[in-house]
């Protein structure tokens, strides 16, 4: 079906209490006549959140928590559907003639029968083979809606039950920025009276959304009505209407039961069978195969024959709590089923807060366009009213669906080869539509009515169609006090609030805030000034070679209309051991557009690692070194001047060029300070490769000397998509590998051999790709090579480096790294071929335990290869746990040379960044 609202609520593990407005479909209103009354069950209690439905206008609304329902219509004569989860539909034939007609409803218990027919003769049970059929002809009903246009009214609630005070105080509430305060100083400031148990908050929006096929929406805000934080005002309701159970992953946090991979996840119960007119209802238990907060568990209800949802009653438990979700569906044309009303009640328990949460929603469909090109399969038609071609116009794809669907019980191979061959045949009829195109356009329009936010209570009173609960009455009660109190106090206090001491105060808080922490200050007409900040770990720092080493960065920006800029970024460092200033002075000037330029400069005068590889993380480095004396990052002074420009000669094809000097200067250990004084010494500034202990003329590797390079640099991707933002062309990935090449022509001179340049060339050459193997899963993989074309002139420090990191504990992410081997000891001059391999998935071992299994927790097998002169054959293959409370992961490595072991360890990896 059509992408309708549902799943992006699992946001919630992204947003926090800032979910709790979520927001989905409505119903409009129109006419002074009323239809109003009480939902009930057979022993009188209310039935919470019921559907009433007119057939005739395709117009809706739901019953509230006390089973009230009200509706205002045009003058006629009506069918009137009445209908919940759990109850068997009540149909009631009205004329509406007089202003209000009072309809209460008693909704009779549904009752499910497992007829005899429904006993599979090879033991498996039902539900099998019915959601074969309904996993395989999913991405028909994705597909079947060309366009549509409804109304849409939708309303939430939360209501917090227990909130620690220290978090109450710092989530404060502040109604808008019209809602102002008076401070101690005279001086009007937004409202933020304190979070506390008890309070409640409601919302209310009504919109007219607009979907044309395949993703194109417009959202037009009529009204929107709130008393929650101000926090909550920028959350859209376009998440929540692009998303539907019939893709496979819900919010990119969820797996659909739907999903092609459903089975691997689910188990289903066949419960029995119920008959509504001539609609034959089956209804599903979704049982998760394991506990995860990424599976769902609860019923669903099939349409037989037809093979689409009737109705979802689902749940899901992950660490914001649980989250029930229900949706009904109705047929809004001729067998186009398509959700009416959505409820979510989310039982909130996240970091000491406690909270109900719920929304519901009615939807009013004023156009439905099915997808006249997707042909409806034999099988769907049979018995009912729909598209379908005679045999004479029938594909050879829809001929080949209907042979499977004709089948009385489909394989799991069926259900694969039929969800395919209905994606494909859904694709061909999107052939005219601008497939072909690589932009990747941003096709939600969002338009916000003036006075959106300024309807009155008459208004709401004749448009709100879900009558309002005692608890959402108190919630706009206590909002519209806030709003007249603050009003009065704004107005006797306007001639009183004064520039004082107290605006000096705060003022110069602010400075001295920007100056420590950082701040970016900016005018209109694209010039702004970044500074860093004086307060900031990794502006400092301690090596054996500078000593302490402390600095500060700036960025001087300036943008023009023309998607030009000019940018320079100074950074000054001071070595407290080497008592020197070190400096960094990087510059650009940036062309936009669809064929991006950038002209750059780089100079300065500062110590770097020796290996460019990858290398020790600075703070690790300072750590290991102060406390443990293992200095293991090897530094160098250089002394550099480089030109650059980079170009995009077409669409996934970028060309940079290069040219650049360099002073190398070895330096030694100026400094024995530790905080923590071991027995050991500290090592010399040089790095331990074998070359360096076995070649005939060391002193042509780590020896001061002046060098000049050359470097060109292709990177093609093919079929690159895009996006443009203000006329600026961004890179959004392929689906095809990333191809680059570089060739270096370098020249070194040693001073104290020989006055001439010793030319060389390094070719090197990779391919790297990203994919999606499933729900949660990818492959991400690299394979390089390179060589020098005569290396009898190469010094170490144009050496091919790696990414080696062997400490036991290291910060951040560190893609394509060997986890094994010393620092600088993979480097070489040699003909060299490199590959990296990461598989990652949510479930393969540990995961499957019970104390991991509801975690957020992926497992990776990590494979590396490095083939070289000193590194025959090294294989690495690792195990880890990734998103470990979503900052790190943890794994153990083996090492082989020529696939006999050498070595293991582990690894905790901290992603701080």
Not at 196 to 208: Q, R, V, Y
Not at 232 to 248: K, L, N
Not at 555 to 580: H, L, T
Not at 699 to 719: A, G, L, M
Request: charged content about 25%; glycine content about 8%; hydrophobic content about 35%.
């Amino acid at each position: 079906m059509t992408k309708i609202n549902m799943g992006s609520y699992l946001n919630l593990m992204k947003l926090g209490i800032r979910l709790l407005i979520l927001i989905t479909f409505t119903g409009q209103l129109a006419d002074a006549q009323v239809l109003k009354g009480k939902i009930t069950d057979n022993s009188g209690q209310p039935v919470q959140y019921a559907t009433v439905y007119i057939q005739e206008l395709k117009q809706g609304t739901t019953s509230n928590t006390r089973g009230d329902y009200e509706l205002r219509l045009p003058g006629g004569k009506y069918m009137v559907i009445y209908q919940s989860l759990g109850y068997e539909p009540v149909f009631v034939n009205i004329d509406l003639s007089d202003t209000v007609l009072i309809r209460n409803i008693s909704l009779p218990e549904q009752i499910y029968e497992i007829p005899e027919v429904r006993i599979s003769p090879s033991g498996e049970d039902p539900a099998m083979s019915i959601m074969r059929k309904v996993i395989g002809l999913a991405p028909y009903y994705l597909n079947y809606i060309n366009y549509y246009k409804a109304e849409v009214y939708i309303k939430g609630n939360l209501l917090i039950k227990r909130i620690p005070k220290l978090i109450g105080k710092s989530m404060r509430m502040r109604q808008s920025d019209e809602d102002v305060t008076i401070s101690a100083g005279g001086k009007p400031e937004k409202d933020s009276r304190i979070m506390k148990e008890g309070d409640s908050f409601f919302m209310e929006s009504f919109n007219e959304v607009e979907f044309t096929a395949p993703d194109k929406y417009v959202q037009k805000v009529i009204s929107y009505n709130s008393t929650f934080p101000e926090q909550g005002d920028d959350i859209s309701p376009m998440d929540y209407i692009q998303a539907s159970f019939y893709q496979p992953v819900l919010a990119d946090m969820a797996i659909s039961p739907l999903s092609p991979q459903a089975f691997s996840s689910y188990n289903f119960k066949y419960i029995g069978t119920t008959f509504q007119g001539k609609y034959t209802i089956n209804k599903i238990e979704v049982i998760p195969k394991y506990k995860s907060q990424q599976l769902f568990a609860g019923t669903i209800f099939i349409i037989e024959d037809l093979w689409c949802l009737y109705s979802v009653d689902l749940t899901n438990e992950n660490l914001v709590g649980k989250i029930r979700v229900r949706e009904l569906y109705i047929p809004v044309q001729e067998e186009i089923w398509m959700p009416v009303s959505h409820q979510f009640d989310i039982d909130l328990q996240i970091i000491g807060i406690r909270a109900d949460v719920g929304y519901v929603s009615s939807v009013r469909y004023l156009d439905v366009k099915p997808n006249d090109k997707l042909q409806k399969p034999r099988d769907l038609a049979t018995g009912f009213a729909g598209r379908y071609l005679p045999d004479t116009a029938v594909t050879k794809t829809n001929r080949e669906i209907n042979r499977i669907l004709q089948k009385e019980e489909l394989t799991n191979r069926d259900m694969i080869k039929l969800g395919k061959l209905m994606e494909k045949e859904s694709k061909n009829t999107r052939s005219d539509s601008g497939a072909k195109s690589l932009e990747i356009k941003d096709n939600t329009t969002q338009i916000v009515e003036k006075d959106a936010r300024k309807r009155d209570s008459t208004y709401w009173a004749d448009i709100r169609p879900i009558p309002l609960s005692e608890i959402e009455l108190r919630s706009i009660e206590i909002s519209d006090s806030i709003k007249n109190n603050i009003s009065g106090i704004v107005e006797s206090t306007s001639d009183t609030v004064s520039n004082g001491t107290g605006k000096k105060s705060s003022r110069f808080s602010k400075t001295l805030n920007n100056l420590l922490m950082g701040h970016t200050w900016s005018d209109t007409t694209g010039f702004s000034f970044t500074n860093g900040g004086l307060i900031d770990l990794e502006k400092l720092s301690f090596n054996t070679v500078d000593g302490f080493v402390y600095g500060i960065d700036f960025r001087i920006n300036k943008r023009f209309k023309n998607n030009k800029s000019v940018a320079f970024y100074p950074d000054i460092r001071y070595a407290f051991s080497r008592e020197k200033v070190m400096w960094r002075l990087n510059g650009n000037y940036s062309t936009g557009g669809m064929k991006p330029k950038q002209f750059s400069v780089r100079t300065g005068m500062t110590s770097r690692d020796i290996g460019t590889g990858g290398g020790i993380n600075p703070f690790i480095n300072s750590i290991s070194t102060l406390f443990m004396e293992r200095n293991y990052m090897k530094l160098y002074e250089s002394r550099y001047l480089t030109f650059a420009y980079k170009t995009e000669i077409k669409n996934g094809l970028t060309l940079e060029l290069s040219a650049g000097f360099e002073n190398r200067k070895v330096m030694e250990n100026n400094t024995s300070f530790s905080i923590i004084n071991t027995s050991r010494e500290y090592s010399s500034n040089l790095p331990v490769n074998e070359y360096l202990t076995t070649g005939s003329n060391i002193i042509n590797f780590v020896v001061d000397q002046k060098h000049i390079e050359f470097v060109t640099n292709v990177t093609f991707t093919p079929y690159q998509k895009y996006r443009i933002y203000g006329g600026n062309k961004v890179p959004q990935g392929s689906e095809w590998p990333t191809f680059i090449f570089t060739w270096k022509h370098g020249a070194n001179m040693v001073p104290t051999i020989s006055g001439n340049y010793r030319h060389f060339d390094m070719f090197s050459f990779e391919v790297s790709k990203k994919h999606e193997t499933g729900a949660f899963s990818e492959l991400k993989w690299r394979a390089g090579t390179g060589g020098f074309a005569d290396n009898r002139n190469i010094s170490y420090f144009d050496f091919f480096h790696f990414n080696p990191q062997p400490l036991q504990l290291l910060i951040n992410n560190y893609d394509d790294a060997f986890m094994l081997p010393a620092f600088y000891s993979l480097s070489t001059p040699e003909f060299y071929g490199e590959a990296h391999l990461k598989y990652t998935t949510p479930y393969l071992l540990l995961k499957f335990l019970p104390g991991l299994s509801r975690t957020l927790i992926r497992e990776n097998i990590i494979i590396s290869y490095l083939g070289s002169r000193f590194h025959k054959n090294y294989t690495e293959i690792g195990y880890s746990l990734s998103e470990i409370f979503f900052l790190g992961e943890a794994g153990i490595f083996v090492g082989f040379d020529d696939l006999k072991y050498r070595s293991f360890g582990l690894r905790i990896i901290l992603k701080l960044n």
